[in-house]
């Protein structure tokens, strides 16, 4: 085995501190030290109370990257403290780097963040088989590899709450379930032995709180650090909602569900029919000044107009055979 | 240097909504000496939205659109970073899964197509960085964007997520903190502003069912920009700039300031700079008013 030499660099950190307690607003504190290339964050952490300021808080228990404790964030991006390399944070962000807690609306002191509204929502999901079992069953549950494979690595959340907090509805949008609390409820929906679905889907189907209101920007991919890919199980839960026939007919759902019906006739989107489609005719109303102003500058075009994609009957045998649910 | 050439997948929203961002990619694609041609059988790529209804239907129709690319021998170039990710997002899953693919193909064979995955699918400002190359645009700039204060406003789906993403860019792009838009906008003489806001989201797929969610991102980010002393703002995807451009009155009344700005395509700055007339690029079609020339 060849070993690496052991470099080290000057590294500037600007460290959030914040105590709810005594101070009015957070401010920073600039600490400059000597990092090593095998350290982690959590070594800068641990080194900036020990040598630099006992006050100084944040949380860490297991060192592994599993107990999901020493969620922070380097330069705007989330990490697990303990896993991630000081010489990739270097690469990426260069020798000053700022260190926050993973929401400053929520720090209580330094990095440590009061996580309720992430409990309460991942509560609210009902995160736990629901299956009627026998009070002395005689033989156990079995679940075979390809049946827990349909979790998707859903099961490998370890509750960091880092793609909740990068989420930006939940900034906005109090009654946002969010990312980790969506991927939950698909861990359980996609568990064969589970009976809770209906509850589930009824839950995160919700307008406001549930997954019709996900932006799609994929900073909860890009963060987990455990690699839940937590939008692909709000896709997934999208795919149940419509499989099982339990989409509400409204503004959210008739949104996915247009594009199906414009393909089929045009090839391309027709976008001013999505909106009449999605919103209805009454509700459609709503957007005429703005479509009127957009008119003005050549931005609308007519229905009479509308381009149509080259071999559109091809697009249309492929509709009507690759389909695979109703609206 | 051999002539580049590309299949183009326009999108429906050049097609439609953003005329000017088509005009402006043929005028900077004619400066520049790349070939375009157009994917006219392509269809919508389903906007991330028909996934949600119909997962299956979403992968055949986007491996359709890239046959089409294929069966050219050419790279598809995107002008829309939701066109890139459904489109990068359906080459990876039927590339790392053989299954699915069949799946796919059997369809497919239905009307004679085969998808094979030969063809790599890039968004037009990667092309142009990647294949043609900053330093030589810089070298082509005729009419420096000196005197302007531009904020690059990315786009999520062109750099998130960014393992999928950068499969295809010769250089990585760090999502917390992109690089290719300022080195774009250095290239043309500009002056990049750096704001918090410029790799985050625009709202714009919730726009319908969660209107107030959507007007605020819009408007933190035009607020953004405009801290940091943007004269103008710039993006290579049409939907975040149907949001910060023909949205800014409910962005506005959202953030509880005036907030409205010029947003140009990344297609018409470079083509300012090129020296391409406003005309050819579509600048009357703005909502909010290209006011600076």
Known sequence: MSMQAITTQQVTFNVFRFNSETDYLPYYKQITMEVTSEEVVLDILDRIKWEHDGSFSYRRSCRHGICGACAVKVNGKGVLACKERMNDMIGLFGTELTIDPVSSKHAIKDMVVDKKDFWDKHEAVEPYLISEIEEHPEMECYVTPMESEALLESDLCIQCGL????????????????????????????????????????????????????????????????????????????????????????????????????????????????????????????????????????????????????????????????????? | MEKLQYALFTGCTAKESTPEQLMSTYAVAEKLGIELVELSEASCCGASHLQDYDDFLSLVLNARNICYAESRGMTMVTICNTCQLNTAMTKHRLDK??????????????????????????????????????????????????????????????????????????????PYNPTSLDDLIIACGGVNVDYEEKNKCCGFHVELQAPKTASILTGNALMGAMDNNADWMVTPCPLCHLKLDTQYEHASHAVGRDVKMPVLHMQQMVGLALGCTPDELGLQHHVAEIDFL
């Open chain 1, 163 to 327: 793609c909740h907090y990068a989420c930006p509805v939940i900034e906005i949008n109090d009654a946002f379930l969010g990312p980790a609390a969506f991927a939950k409820a698909f861990r359980f929906n996609a568990d064969v032995r589970d009976e809770g679905i209906d509850e589930r889907i009824g839950i995160v189907n919700q307008p406001g709180a549930g997954i019709w209101d996900c932006v799609k920007c994929f900073e909860c991919a890009e963060v987990c650090p455990k690699e839940v890919n937590p939008i692909e199980k709000i896709t997934k839960l999208h795919n149940q909602t419509f499989e099982r026939n339990d989409a509400i007919d409204n503004v959210a759902t008739r949104h996915a569900v247009g594009f199906a019906h414009s393909i089929k006739k045009h090839g391309l989107l027709d976008e001013g029919e999505l909106v009449r489609y999605s919103e209805g005719n009454i509700g459609v109303l709503k957007h005429v000044p703005v479509a009127i102003k957009m008119w003005k500058k050549g931005k609308i075009v007519m229905p009479w107009n509308m381009p149509k994609s080259d071999k559109l009957d091809e697009i249309k045998r492929l509709v009507k055979s690759s389909s695979t649910v109703k609206f």
């Open chain 2, 97 to 174: 899964d053989p299954a699915l693919k069949a799946r796919v193909n059997e369809k497919l064979a239905e009307v004679g197509l085969e998808y094979k995955g030969t063809s790599e699918i890039t968004h037009f400002l990667y092309a142009i960085i990647d294949d043609f190359g900053l330093d030589k645009i810089a070298e082509m700039v005729v009419k420096p964007l000196s005197q302007f204060n531009i904020a690059p406003f990315y786009g999520c789906h062109n750099i998130r997520p960014s393992e999928l993403q950068n499969e295809s860019h010769k250089k990585a792009e760090n």
